[in-house]
Structures are given as C-alpha cells and as structure tokens.
C-alpha cells in the first residue's frame, strides 16, 4: 500500500488494518461490467432486506415471548401497546416476503445470464446454500407469532421427518423436544431464529461477497471484463462499483423501498399472501384451520409434498426440487452463459422451468384434491424435467448458440 | 406411525377445507362503513358494551386506546363503557361472564372477539348479525346462515323483530325476511349492525386508520428521495454512455 | 467521445441534496426504532396518578403506598414536630436546602413544610444519595446518629439525615432533600398522587 494522499489517521490505521486496501478491492476499484441491467438489483436490494430483518428484528425480540402461553399476545402486545411496534412487525412479515421476492429474482438472473458457470460455481452453491437457511428461518420466523397457522405448519413440518426410516418417530420427538409440538419446540424454534441461523446467514452472505468479488460481476452478455484490460490494468468494459454501481443501487432502493412502504403501509397482510387469516387466531391445538396452506413463497415445494400418493417419496421429491439447484453448474453443459446468444432450446426450456415453478406456487395455495392436484404433478414433472432436458440438450451438443461478442455491449 | 401421523394431519387439512356454509342462494354483505369513521366506531363500541360485553371479551383493546382513537374523553368512557365501578381506564375491555359460564350456558366458550374482524373478515361479522332465521329445531329457537347451529343466542332480536327464512322449492334458504319489526326499522338495524362491525373491526387493529394516514407522507417522502438519486444517476453515468 | 463533460458544480448540488435526503430519511427512519424503546403502555400505567384512602392516618403515623413502582410514605406531623419546623432558631443552620430552592417539590409545597397541609407531609422515601429507602424516625430523642434529633429520616446505607419535611442535614452524603410528589387532596379523606391540584395557588393560600 504506497498511500501519497493518505492523511496521517489514514495511514495510521492502514498501518493497523487494511482499511484502504479493503475499501479499493471491495468499493473503488472493484469493476463492474458497464452494461449491467435492472436484474443486477436484487443482489444489492436482498442485502438491504436483510439489513431491514435483522434490525427490526433485534427489536421485535425486546418484546416478543416465547412461550406458548404468551407468544401470541406478545405479538398483540407489539401491535397495539408498544409505540411504533406495529411497524416493527409489519416491516418484519413483510420483509421476510420481501427477501424472497428479491432473492427468487436474484436467482433468476443467475439462470438467464448463466452467472453459476465456470468461474462461479462456488459463489453459486453459497447463494443456493443461503436460498436454503433463508427457507428455514423463515418457517422458523413463521412458527413464533403462534397463530393457529403458526402451529399446524409446525406440526406438519416436523413430522414430515417421521418419513425417515427406522429412526423417524424418535427423530421427530426429539426434534420438538416431546410428544407433541409445545414450549420446548417453541423455545428452539425462538432460539435458532433470532441467534443461530441469523449467524449462518450472515456468514454465508460474507462469503457469498468475497467469492463474487474474487470471480467478479457476471455481465449481461456473459463476456468476462477481466479478459480485457487497458495498459494500467483496468477492465476496458468495467465501471468502479463506487461511486457508480452504488448511486444505481441507490435508485434501485428507492424504488424498492417506494414498493415496501406502499404495502407495509397500506396492506400489510397482502391480501392474505403476506400474512394470513387464520394466523391472526391464536393457536389451537383441538382445531385444525380451514383450508391451511403454507406462505406463498414456499408453496411451489408444497405442491410437489401434496401431489405425490406416497408420503416419504413425496418428502423426498420437495427435498430434491431445491437439492438439485446445488448441481445445476454440471448439469448445465453449454459453453455460452447468457440467454442472448444460447440456443432456442434453451430459451423456452428456461420458460416452461420458471412457468412450472409458478404454476407449483400456485397449485401449492389449491385445496389438494381434483385438478390442482393433478396440475402439480404434471408440473413437478416439468420442473424436474427440465434438468434433464438441459443436460441432455447440452451434453449432446443439441443446442445452436450464437457467436459471443468480444466485448460487452450497449443496450 | 409417523407415517400415520403425517397422513393424519394432511388427511384433516384435506377434510376440513370442504366444511362450509351448508347454505345455498344467499351471500356476504359489505357493511359499508370506511375504517376512517370514528362517529361510527364509537357508536359500535356504545352497541358493542350495551348488548354484547356481558358475554364477549375484547382483550387486546384498552378502553383509554378506544377513547382516545374515537376523539373521545374519560368521561364518556366513565358514562358510557366501562361499568365497573373504578376500573382504570388503561384496562381491557373483558367480559364480566367468567369463562366456564359460557361452557355451561352455550355448551362453547365464548370466543373473544378481539381478532375477529381480522380472522373472519367485516362482511362476515355484518352478514352474521343480519343472517338470524327462526328455526324452532335449534336449542335456542335460532339458526344462522354463517354459522350453521350457531350457539349464539340473537341477542338482539328485540330489536331486529323475529326474522323468518324463505326457502326455495329444493328446500334451500334462499332469503331472510322480518314480517314485524322490533324496536328499530330494517334501515336502523342495519346501521347498528354496520357500527358494531366498525367497532370490532378497528378493535381488531387499532392502528389501521393511522398508518393508513401516515403512510401517504412516508410514499410522498420516498418519491422525492428517489427522484433525487435518480438525478444524480443520471448525472453520474452521462459520462459512462457516451464512450 | 462527448461533448457533455461531468459537470462539477451539478454534481456537487446533486451530491449534496442525495446526502440531505437521504439524512433526513435516516433521521426518519431512527423515530421508530427510538420510539419504540419508550415506556410501552403497561409501564405507563404505572406511573398514573393513584387515589388513595387516608382517613385513617392518625397523628404521628404513617402510611405507605406503592407509586412509580416505589413506595410514597404519607406522614401526619404531630404539633411538636410543627413547631420545630417553624422555629427557625432550632434546624435552619444545619440544613442544606432549608428554603427548599431545588426542584425537589412541586411549587405549590415549596413552603417551610414542604406540603399542601402543614400536618400531613407526602413524601418519597427514596434518599437523594444512592436510591437506599430511609428510615422514619419520628421521636424527637436523642438518636445514635445524633443528639439533638427533632425527628425525620436517616438513611442506613450512608447516614444520610432528613428533617421531618423532609430537607436534607448538611455534611451528610445526601446532595438534595427527598422529593416530594406531586399530589392533591380529594376532600379530608382522599389523596391523589402523582397529580397536581387543579388550582395550586387557592389551595396553598387556603392552608
């Protein structure tokens, strides 16, 4: 580190800790492909909501109570006695939707610029990884207001590791912590939400950062910037992520934000997507709710549960539909990464996959009886099918790709 | 066994959700009553202690909360609501009746309604209080057509007058009609019922109307935020399009 | 290349009104997060005035009730206590405060009893050094803490000393005299504290 401008509080902690370097490697000289588009938001924006969580998270905490006795008028409590502590809780319910609005689009963009391949398969495997804690802290998140949803979402979700054989109903009495799902699942389910996957997430995200700062932004054409330097060793098609990436991002916030508040505001329940009836009626372990499906946005691996007769195959399946996304780098055998210049196959095969899985989400909020039922297992087929489409579609050498450019282009 | 279990609980998730109104040819009526409207908020709450608090608790809501979102002061808390004598007025409002009374009386606790306008929606709570039919076969001498064998008395058929069911040819309930009204005209029923349903639904959560409010300032705020960043985006990546 | 270079002086405004924006939104933001650290409403309601019963407070005794979450001592001065309180001669000189010109009382009991009523004196018992309850000491007898006691308080913890209006010994550890709350009297037998009288001065000219 040679610092000419640097003042002397600068270079006495550079001295000390690598603030200057660090600022350089992550912000100032970090390249960014100059063409990048509205999809290369929703990483910065999932950083926000997560921001957003664990803050008024911390918050909720100070009041919330986990027991079962009090769980659910706590949360009331927050609602009506606590000054702003209904905004606390709808910032909080919303933004667990919120999260997986953004990250469901982050990860699309993953799969319409090919940004897991070659280099980015690690920094792939981290974000389905994060995909995957984020899934059960959210359930976990769900369970504590301890509505009658709350409850029999728990129920249902433990003892689907009844399936595993042999050692299943002892697993899922010790999972709960006794006979039935009650205080102590109610304590672990507290104590994994608010400290222990927290941790996890904040881990996997730095290391999502540092792997995606190592490889760099995928771009829009799937063109390595890197490939292509001026003489001082500067990417030709790159941008500094500061100041210019950043004051996009802020743009990107703002308009998220205008999005957030509207709902927070003004429907925070949304509809009943965000937070359902039932769940507003504090649990009862006599009475199963009417109709009860899972949060919209697991519904899609619900429906896969659902459609199949038999239970342990259906668990397996709803395991193996986010599993699989672990080895989509190999399964995936093209050589081009961006949708612009792949094959046809390609392009509708990628349609049909995000239609399947739309169309799971939608079958997952169905009463699980007639059409719907069917309707899911056909797309369940689909979705997997997909996987095996694309590997055989790259692997055989079917797919008719376009010559990728030299460098990035312009919209 | 756990097999079992899981197949138990998918197997009532599956039978329950085909339970419903077993009538036909009626539907949810809309009370018309914005959550904006205090005047009627507190007229439901007057309704709500007079005919309804003997039995029904509503335990997340303070009785100072209610006055003070209605505009109203603490004499008109001590007039009109709270009947105990020198209760403070930052206590809830719960029903005198003791719990096990509604077991031994209605054969069912008596549910708090606290949350009731959120769980079940304001149209079903206004279409209940207006869908009471003589039914002679029931304990009480009343069914409802939200809730069938409904183990709520109609307390207020003294008001409505004794509101009678028209069947179709096929036996279904097609209509509910009242051949003598009590003390209050159809209109003024419906009114009342409308203002109780206000009341319960700004019980069931009291900040609505406020954030709804604040909520325009918060959009207004973040729109000029966002149009400023916007500006200096544009200021920042002119230099970047042109090369 | 452009012909539209950056322009410094725009890029400064625009700089400079994102930074005030987005200030102000963090200035925003933080109200509810601070809001919500207050006092919800069942600790507020602990702080409510509270109505009491005190017509059984016979001459000498004393009676305590719990306000704040502390305890509220109401004490019926005897008339020997009174006289020593109004004979300046006797404890002006040892006190700190004698005039009682720290905000320690409401205005209306800034007078030589410190109370609305010279006989019944409200008090929190909370001695001003470190938040110890004091002990009543009402006999006007010689103590061990000291000789010439006329009646008051004494603090255990660090023999912190208070007449009987409550007004804190000099050279003692206590920096001011007890608080008095703020209260008001319902006819002979109620009292209200944590309340001011609804006109203070009528009542104080009226003692």
């Not at chain 1, 939400?193 to 730095?206: C, T």
């Not at chain 2, 914005?34 to 005919?51: L, M, P, T, W």
């Not at chain 2, 304001?122 to 039914?135: G, P, Q, S």
């Not at chain 3, 004490?75 to 001669?89: G, M």
Request: glycine share 8%; with cysteine; net charge negative.
């Amino acid at each position: 580190m040679s610092e000419q401008s640097a003042s002397g509080l600068q270079s006495w902690i550079d001295n000390r800790f690598p603030l200057t370097s660090t600022w350089r490697y992550h912000m100032s000289e970090y390249y960014v492909p100059k063409n990048i588009n509205f999809w290369y938001l929703f990483g910065s924006l999932s950083i926000l909501v997560l921001v957003i969580q664990i803050v008024t998270g911390i918050w909720l905490t100070m009041y919330y109570q986990p027991s079962v006795d009090r769980a659910f008028s706590s949360v009331e409590f927050i609602m009506r006695d606590v000054e702003w502590g209904w905004l606390m809780r709808y910032l909080h319910t919303v933004g667990a939707s919120a999260f997986f609005a953004v990250v469901y689009l982050h990860m699309f963009r993953c799969l319409l610029y090919g940004s897991y391949k070659k280099p980015r398969e690690l920094l792939w495997i981290i974000g389905v990884l994060i995909y995957l804690v984020m899934m059960t802290e959210a359930f976990m998140g769900y369970a504590l207001p301890w509505g009658q949803l709350s409850y029999w979402a728990t129920q249902v979700i433990v003892a689907l590791f009844g399936v595993v054989p042999v050692i299943g109903d002892d697993l899922v009495v010790w999972l709960q912590g006794g006979f039935l799902v009650n205080e102590a699942t109610l304590g672990r389910l507290f104590s994994l939400h608010v400290v222990g996957l927290p941790l996890l997430l904040i881990v996997l995200v730095f290391l999502h950062i540092v792997a995606l700062h190592h490889v760099g932004t995928s771009s829009p054409d799937g063109v390595e910037i890197k490939q292509n330097k001026d003489e001082n060793g500067k990417p030709r098609d790159g941008i500094p992520f500061f100041p210019y990436v950043v004051i996009k991002d802020l743009v990107g916030f703002g308009i998220f934000l205008i999005i957030f508040c509207a709902i927070v505001f003004f429907a925070p329940e949304f509809f009943g997507y965000f937070i359902e009836r039932p769940n507003l009626e504090e649990a009862n372990p006599l009475q199963t709710p009417e109709a009860i499906h899972p949060i919209w946005y697991f519904t899609a691996w619900y429906a896969m549960l659902q459609c199949i007769p038999n239970e342990a195959f259906g668990v397996l399946v709803m395991f193996a539909g986010s599993m699989i996304l672990l080895f989509l780098p190999w399964i995936d055998r093209g050589e081009v990464r961006s949708i612009r210049y792949r094959g046809l196959g390609y392009k509708i095969g990628l349609a049909v996959f995000i239609a399947s899985f739309l169309i799971l989400t939608w079958a997952g909020m169905q009463d699980p009886s007639g059409a719907p039922i069917v309707i899911a297992r056909i797309f369940t087929a689909v979705y997997f099918g997909y996987f095996v489409f694309l590997w055989a579609y790259t692997y055989f050498g079917f797919e008719q790709t376009k010559p990728v450019p030299e460098r990035v282009t312009d919209k | 066994m756990s097999k079992k279990k899981l197949g138990y609980v998918l197997g009532a998730l599956l039978a329950v959700s085909f339970v419903g109104p077993a009538f036909a040819g009626m539907s949810m009526e809309n009370p018309r009553v914005s959550h904006h409207d205090r005047d009627s908020i507190r007229k439901g709450a007057e309704h709500f202690v007079q005919y309804c608090s003997g039995c029904h608790s509503v335990q997340y809501l303070r009785y100072d909360r209610l006055a003070e979102d209605t505009g109203m002061d603490a004499e008109w808390l001590e007039e009109r609501l709270i009947l105990e004598e020198g209760l403070e007025h930052h206590k809830p409002m719960l029903s005198a009746m003791a719990a096990e009374d509604g077991v031994n009386w209605f054969g069912t606790a008596v549910p708090d309604l606290s949350m009731t306008a959120r769980v079940r929606g304001e149209d079903w709570i206004y279409t209940f209080l207006n869908a009471y039919f003589k039914d002679e076969d029931q304990p009480l001498g009343f069914d409802n057509w939200v809730q069938e064998a409904t183990a709520m008395p109609h307390v207020l058929v003294h008001l409505q007058g004794t509101p009678q069911p028209v069947f179709d040819d096929n036996g279904r309930l097609v209509d509910i009609e009242v051949p003598e009204r009590g003390e209050m005209s159809r209109r003024e029923y419906e009114r009342m019922t409308a203002e109780l349903t206000a009341f319960l639904s700004y019980a069931a959560e009291p900040i609505r109307a406020d954030r709804e409010r604040m909520g325009i300032w918060v959009l207004l705020f973040l729109m000029v935020m966002t149009a400023v960043f916007y500006l200096l985006y544009k200021e920042y990546w002119r230099e970047l399009k042109q090369k | 290349m452009s012909n539209e270079a950056p322009d410094p002086s725009r890029r400064r405004f625009l700089t400079g009104a994102a930074t005030v924006v987005g200030g102000v939104g963090a200035v925003f933001a933080a109200v509810p997060f601070l809001g919500f650290l207050k006092p919800n409403v069942e600790a507020r309601a602990v702080g409510a005035p509270i109505e009491v019963d005190v017509s059984k407070l016979a001459e000498g005794q004393r009676l305590e009730f719990e306000w704040k979450g502390s305890p509220v001592w109401v004490i019926s001065r005897t008339q020997e206590h009174l006289n020593y309180l109004e004979d300046e001669a006797v404890l002006r000189g040892r006190l700190r405060d004698p005039d009682s010109e720290e905000d320690q009382q409401p205005e209306y009991a800034r007078n030589l009893y410190r109370s609305v009523s010279p006989e019944v004196l409200v008090v929190s018992p909370v001695c001003t050094h470190l938040g110890c309850i004091v002990v009543y000491y009402p006999g006007i007898e010689p103590q061990p803490f000291d000789n010439d006691w006329k009646g008051g308080f004494f603090c255990a913890c660090h023999g912190a000393m208070y007449d009987m209006s409550g007004r804190v010994y000099s050279g003692t550890p206590a920096p001011s005299n007890l608080e008095v709350p703020p209260h008001r009297f319902v006819g002979d037998d109620k009292l209200v504290i944590g309340e001011d009288p609804e006109d203070p001065e009528q009542e104080v000219e009226a003692t």
